[in-house]
């Protein structure tokens, strides 16, 4: 049984998922903000700033065939875009408490 505090999240997102995404760039499915630091100029770039630090991360691990788990993985941006990068073969799997977002994540993937 789930407690109140996780319940309540998973309500906030339940409610707000679709909304997030109304206001990310087209086809990006990115919820989490943009992170504009020294040296990132354009909106892509700060969507996926966090994720670049992720993937350049992996890649020093020199791993053989990678495998990623996302907790709290919203809709599978970040995961799509890590899979789509990585420079060797890698699967993931996406972890998320909200139906409304594993719904959306099948849909697009």
Known sequence: MQNL???AIQNYYERNTRLFLRF???ASLTIHRALWVDGVTTHAQALNYSNELIRAEIESLALPRARLLDLGCGVGASL?????????????????????????????S
Do not use: C, D, K, W
């Open 5 to 7: 505090n996780t319940r």
């Open 24 to 26: 990310a760039p087209s």
């Open 80 to 108: 799509v875009y890590l899979l789509s990068h990585l420079s060797m073969p890698a699967r993931g799997v996406g972890l998320t408490i909200s139906e409304a977002q594993a719904f959306l994540a099948r849909e697009h």
